[in-house]
């Protein structure tokens, strides 16, 4: 735990928290209008996988695979575009984001990193996706909600 960290200090709303165990946090991110964009976080504060314990890589694959496959179920996306900067915030967090059919030219591929980080997305339509993510999760690989 960083004391300066906003990750570590949990700076985030978490009421769109839709997964969490003790290597691992999912939740939807507060700063964008595109519904589906989840970010997967570790507990501990590492910069990259590089610092990631033995425990935290066993899970991430199967973890990683379980949220993004949800993602393609709940968003109907062509792609599933992830990312970690850990420029802002210098605690690893992957960016895991919904591109779907009619998303702006300007913002697909590497343009993504320049998509608008406001306005943010309704609190209702991101606590409905959250709902249905939580359930999708435990279905699909069976992990639970702490
Ligand atoms: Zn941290």
């Known amino acids: 735990m960083e004391k300066d960290c906003l990750i570590c200090k949990q700076g985030f709303n978490r009421d769109y928290v839709v997964y969490e165990d003790a290597e691992w946090l999912i939740r939807h991110s507060e700063e964008t209008n595109i519904l589906g964009y989840f970010i997967i976080q570790t507990q501990g504060h590492i910069l990259d996988l590089a610092g990631a314990s033995d425990k935290e890589c066993a899970s991430y694959g199967p973890l990683l695979k379980a949220l993004t496959a949800s993602i393609k179920e709940l968003t109907d996306c062509e792609r599933v575009y992830t990312f970690s900067l850990a420029e802002a915030v210098p605690h690893y967090h992957l960016h895991v984001i ?49």
Not at 122 to 128: D, G, I, Q, W, Y
Request: glycine residues 4%.
């Open 98 to 146: 919904p591109r779907r059919e009619n998303f702006p030219r300007a913002y697909k591929g590497r343009g993504i990193t320049a998509y608008p980080t406001e306005p943010a997305c309704a609190s209702e339509l991101v606590e409905e996706i959250c709902r249905r993510m939580r359930a999708l999760l435990n279905r699909q690989s069976r992990l639970a909600v702490n």
